[in-house]
């Protein structure tokens, strides 16, 4: 067995590993590059993965750092079976196809920009009907549930805790075991039950997007946001909160309505205001028998609905511009997190130049994105063309993290790692992949390998 690193080492995307055997060829997730100029080759570069030659997907989880090069490898020949829990073939489904619209919206646009400079069209990196052909594929694998998916290789998944339906695997080929963590969330997560301890394994590839350090513990994350939503509620203000529309809105949401219950804030008007958000919201009440026990006995009550009694979904362009001049106290949840895009700029360009405006980041800002230029203090920004002035307060919550700290990646670690594992630290930056390396170090006594794209470990 060999396995050959197709993204995620020493960058978080594109994640992907190609597991050989002399029987078979077996993907484990196929990401999307993202946030380098030079992402639009690496995505359309499908290195040592032949479509046509390849037996089957296991996919740990839906984000497009993990499946956002599905589609390429459909359009390109592939037919076989991709495995995955109930939930990720959903969340999934509902992520490629906004990710088509946008390949197709971004090449329409540059081959407007090509043929006035006289150059060739631009051609998307897939379609809509590329990402439509993706589900169809998809064979349901149920957590804990050992199947085969390939000539001689077997998969199991189990409980990864960092979305809906996430999952790591452990994978069995020549009497070999791998195991792939996928993406580790943290312990007491709202809706998500905690991540299930690996097998040990020959083989482990272990993420470390915060290997260098923990998180700040949720309780104070929750409280910070009840200080500013309080605030906010007496002074009447517009809080405008950019969101990840999957996982993150909703765990907003459930902060909110946690505080509404307790008599921490009074009910007050809330706008979810992305259509990506309010789907990905329906597809969490259809997937109750993966929330823990808090949330499963919240749901039963029909306590959210009780809590969020202000709570409006906005699915239309039209609902979204009547908030143009809204009045508070209100909050709006829109996307994108990081502002490079979506239904918060608009609100942005029409309230970020009030003193009564709040705006609260509860996500990573990346660098050169808009929200990384508010979170650093900028005095005016370019929002869709216009100079607009920054009057509104900005708070920063580092907390909400979908991503287990250092302590928790040990932790799991210590369940995986035996005597002659190897372990391979993946979907981290240098910075934090060598922190951890560091600590594993001293605490297994096992140097960490640290590869490359395009890298082959055997085990």
Same mark, same amino acid.
């Given at each position: 067995m060999r396995i050959t690193l197709c993204g995620a080492a020493g960058e978080v995307t594109g994640s992907g590993y190609l597991v050989e055997t002399d029987r078979a060829r077996v993907l484990v997730d196929f990401g999307m590059f993202q946030g380098r100029r030079a992402t639009d080759g690496h995505n359309r570069d499908l290195g040592p993965v032949d479509p046509e030659r390849l037996d089957a997907v296991v996919v740990t989880h839906a984000h497009l750092d993990h499946t956002g090069r599905l589609p390429l490898l459909v359009a390109r020949g592939f037919r076989g079976p991709v495995f995955a829990t109930p939930a990720t073939r959903e969340f999934g489904a509902l992520i490629l196809a906004d990710s088509a619209e946008?390949?197709?919206?971004d090449a329409k646009r540059l081959s407007i920009e090509a043929r006035r400079a006289g150059r060739r069209p631009v051609e998307p990196l897939y379609t809509r009907a590329d990402a439509e052909r993706v589900a169809p594929l998809v064979r349901h694998v149920g957590y804990e549930e050992r199947r085969e998916v390939? %000539? $001689?290789? #077997?998969?199991?998944?189990?409980?990864?805790? +960092? &979305?809906?339906?996430?999952? #790591?695997?452990?994978?069995? !080929? /020549?009497? =070999?075991?791998?195991?792939?963590? /996928?993406?580790? /969330? %943290? =312990?007491? !997560?709202?809706? *998500? @039950?905690? %991540?299930?301890? %690996?097998?040990r394994g020959d083989v482990v590839f272990l993420e470390s997007?915060?290997?260098?350090?923990? +998180? @700040?513990? *949720?309780?104070?994350?929750?409280?910070? *946001? +009840? $200080? &500013?939503?309080?605030?906010?509620? @007496?002074? @009447?203000?517009?809080?405008?909160?950019? #969101?990840?529309a999957i996982g993150r809105a909703q765990q907003v949401l459930f902060h909110i309505a946690e505080l509404v219950r307790g008599g921490s804030l009074p009910d007050f008007p809330i706008f979810l205001d992305s259509p990506m958000a309010i789907d990905a919201t329906a597809l969490y009440s259809r997937h109750k028998e993966l929330f823990d026990a808090e949330a499963r006995s919240l749901a039963r009550r029909g306590q959210f609905k009780e809590d969020l009694k202000g709570l409006r979904f906005l699915s239309t362009a039209d609902e979204s511009r009547r908030l143009n001049d809204l009045d508070g106290p209100a909050v709006v949840i829109a996307g994108s997190g990081m502002c490079n895009g979506g239904r918060i700029l608009h609100h942005l360009k029409h309230h970020l130049w009030r003193e009564e405006t709040v705006v609260v980041?509860?996500?990573?800002?990346?660098?050169?994105? *808009?929200? +990384?230029?508010l979170v650093k203090g900028a005095p005016h920004v370019a929002i869709l063309g216009h100079r607009v002035r920054v009057a509104a307060r900005i708070h920063t919550l580092g907390g909400f993290s979908a991503h287990a700290g250092k302590t928790e990646l040990l932790d799991w670690a210590d369940a995986a790692i035996g005597a002659g594992t190897r372990v391979v630290l993946t979907h981290g930056e240098d910075k934090p992949r060598a922190a951890l390396a560091d600590a594993i170090r001293e605490r297994f006594r096992v140097d960490a390998l640290l590869p490359l794209r395009g890298d082959t470990v055997e085990p």
């Open positions: 946008i390949q197709e919206g390939a %000539p $001689g290789v #077997s998969a199991r998944l189990f409980e990864a805790g +960092h &979305i809906l339906g996430s999952a #790591s695997v452990e994978m069995r !080929a /020549g009497g =070999k075991t791998v195991v792939f963590s /996928g993406d580790i /969330g %943290p =312990k007491g !997560a709202p809706f *998500l @039950r905690d %991540p299930v301890l %690996p097998p997007t915060y290997g260098d350090r923990d +998180h @700040r513990s *949720l309780d104070a994350t929750v409280a910070e *946001l +009840h $200080g &500013i939503l309080d605030r906010a509620v @007496r002074e @009447r203000c517009v809080v405008l909160i950019p #969101s990840f980041f509860v996500g990573y800002q990346g660098e050169g994105t *808009l929200g +990384h230029a």
